[in-house]
């Protein structure tokens, strides 16, 4: 089955600072990588899609990876702003209808 | 566009009550709809999709029944409710063809007393 793991859980930055968010990934027979946003009480919030054939999605300030073969999955954000502070989740789908999330990682962004 | 919606947003039940969350999707059509539970301090734990009208898998064996009984409406039933039920519904979606992302409605938020 596959297991997906976000080291860390949690991460604090000053502001401007550039982070990075791991994912990680045990069965790499993947059809795409989906990087998410979820804000205290509300629902995710879709940053990024990363089909298995690609290496990098770009939106704005994000810059998602994704090297399939080793299993791992990162999401850049630079110059980071207070209002980049949520929760971030990855999610892998194999072939056919399920998707496998990670725990997410905490991002808070010190003014 | 493509909307998702959920309700209640908020929900307080004592224990062997029974439930009904219902969902339902705007702006596309047999899209593949999830119900989702995350619990505090855990990840998204997947408790039914379905692909199309009356088709229902089932990822959990639990005390949780799902239907879908129109194309864009996705319910998630109980008959009694355990205090172990408490958690954060969602609701998603994949409109599938050549746009593979999935989509999150705003939430239940369920607690059982």
């Known amino acids: 089955k596959q297991e997906v793991t976000q080291i860390p859980a949690a991460l604090s930055v000053p502001e401007g600072e550039n982070l990075v968010l791991n994912c990680s990934f045990t069965d790499s027979a993947i059809y795409n990588l989906q990087w998410f946003r979820q804000d205290p009480g509300k629902g995710l919030t879709s940053l990024l899609l990363i089909q298995s054939s690609q290496r990098e999605q770009t939106s704005g300030r994000l810059n998602a990876s994704l090297d399939k073969s080793s299993g791992r999955s990162t999401l850049y954000i630079a110059a980071s702003q207070p209002g980049d502070s949520a929760t971030y989740l990855c999610a892998v789908r194999p072939a056919g209808n399920q998707f496998y999330f990670g725990t997410g990682t905490s991002l808070t962004v010190i003014p | 566009s493509q909307t998702i919606h959920q309700w209640p947003a908020t929900l307080v039940q004592p224990v062997g009550s029974p439930l009904s969350l219902e969902c339902t999707v705007e702006g596309t059509s047999n899209p593949n709809l999830y119900w989702y539970r995350q619990a505090a301090g855990r990840g998204l734990q997947l408790l039914f999709y379905?692909?199309?009208?009356?088709?229902i898998s089932s990822e959990v064996p639990q005390n949780l029944s799902a239907s879908r009984p129109q194309d864009r409406q996705f319910i998630l039933s109980s008959k009694k409710l355990l205090l172990s039920d408490s958690g954060f519904y969602l609701c998603?979606?994949?409109?599938?063809?050549?746009?593979?992302?999935?989509?999150f409605g705003p939430g239940t938020r369920l607690t059982v007393l």
């Open positions: 379905s692909i199309g009208i009356g088709q």
């Open positions: 998603a979606y994949r409109a599938g063809g050549s746009t593979d992302t999935q989509y």
